[in-house]
Every structure is written in C-alpha cells, then in structure tokens.
C-alpha cells in the first residue's frame, strides 16, 4: 500500500500570503495519479489539481501544483479568504488507491 | 457535463443492509473505473473499492477494512454498494467517483448512520 504522509496538519497563515502543502508517498507514484482536493464542512471534496500539475477546470491560477516520485507540492500563491479549509492529496494508479490524512489551512 | 448521483443512505441498524446507488449521466458509464469512498464523520477520506471499466471485465477489489461485507456492481448507468452487516464504524458519507481521462469525478455524497 502506498502511504500518503501530508505535511504539515496545520497550517496558520493570513490571507494574502503563500501556502505551501507537501504530500509524501512511501514509494513511488506515477505522476498521472496523483490528485489534490480541497474540501470545507458540509461539501464533497472539490478537485483543485490532477495529473500532478494540472488544474482542473473553473480552478483558479492561484493554484499550482508540482512533483514526481515520491514527493509532491501543492502552492496557493496568495491566499483569499475562501481558500480556508482542509486539504487532501490522493493517489489512484496503484491500487489500494490512497489518500493523505489532510492538512488544515487556517486563518492566522 | 459528467453528472454523478448518489442515493439510498439512511439510518440502519448495527447487523442491517443497505444498497447505495450512484446514478452517472454526460459520459460512457461502462467506459470507466469507478470508485466508492467514504468520509466518517470529523475523519479524512477512506477508498472503499472500485470496478474497473467493461474493457476490464468490470472486475472489483476493495480495501481491506470492509472485503467480505462490502460488494461493488455495476449495470448500464448506475453504481452499487450493497453493504451488509453494518458496524457503527461504518457511518460515514459515501461518495462514488468516476476516472475519465485522469480526471476524477465525485458526486456529492450519501449519508449512513448506523445506530440502534
């Protein structure tokens, strides 16, 4: 099983600033799936990123994401204030498919 | 425009069954793998396990947590959990998400509550 190690659990920034969320695999995972999710209470997760870097449609350009292997960024270039939730990265290539634990971006 | 529909969540009691459907529509239903996965609640999300596409064969694998009590089918234009001897643990939204070209699609979710 791929393991999925987000960092870091909590994030406390200010909007405006520049959020970095990391996603670790414990073996390597193809870059073609591997996903980003963004998800507030009450909702389903939203895809943000697919493909490692490739936005999904109606994502803003604040979002950008990168990686290959075993490690993987996701980057908010600058915060606004509906930006505040939990995300998730997910792989789906290797079966079980897996998810990060998720990681809490804040307001500060 | 690839429209998922989840159903058949309710309250059931520890022991009971439940069948969940998905309804897709905007896309070739039989041409992709489909995934069921959950979110207990205040927890992250947890696959629960797929069918592949008809190229495949639609043949199915789940996580460990729940083979042996959980069964995924599929007919022309809808997804099926059938989910037996139901735990309290096994409260959670559940979520059917379809892969079609990488790009992931999830519907919005049916909730089970397991409790006497």
């Known amino acids: 099983e791929i393991v999925l190690t987000q960092s870091p659990a909590t994030l406390s920034l200010s909007p405006g600033e520049r959020a970095t969320l990391s996603c670790a695999a414990s073996?390597?995972?193809?870059?073609?799936?591997l996903a980003w999710y963004q998800q507030k209470p009450g909702l389903a997760p939203r895809l943000l990123i697919y493909?490692?870097?490739r936005r999904a449609t109606g994502i803003p350009d604040r979002f950008s994401g990168s990686g290959s292997g075993t490690d993987f960024t996701l980057t908010i270039s600058r915060l606004e204030p509906e930006d505040f939730a939990v995300y998730y990265c997910?792989?789906?290539?290797?079966?079980?498919?897996?998810f990060g634990q998720g990681t809490r971006l804040e307001i500060k | 425009e690839v429209q998922l529909v989840e159903s058949g969540g309710g309250l059931v009691q520890p022991g009971g069954s439940l069948r969940l459907s998905c309804a897709g529509s905007?896309?070739?239903?039989?041409?992709?793998?489909m995934d069921w996965v959950r979110q207990a609640p205040g927890k992250g999300l947890e696959w629960v396990g797929r069918t592949r596409n008809k190229a495949k064969s639609y043949t199915t694998n789940y996580a460990a947590s729940v083979q042996g009590r959980f069964t995924i089918s599929r007919d022309e234009n809808s997804l099926y959990l059938q989910i037996n001897s139901l735990k309290t643990e096994d409260t959670a939204v559940y979520y059917c998400?379809?892969?079609?070209?990488?790009?992931?699609?999830w519907g919005q979710g049916t909730l089970v509550t397991v409790s006497s």
């Open positions: 997910q792989q789906y290539g290797t079966s079980p498919i897996t």
């Open positions: 998400v379809s892969y079609q070209s990488l790009v992931p699609y």
């Open positions: 905007g896309f070739t239903f039989s041409g992709h793998d």
């Open positions: 073996q390597s995972v193809s870059s073609s799936y």
């Open positions: 493909d490692a870097s």
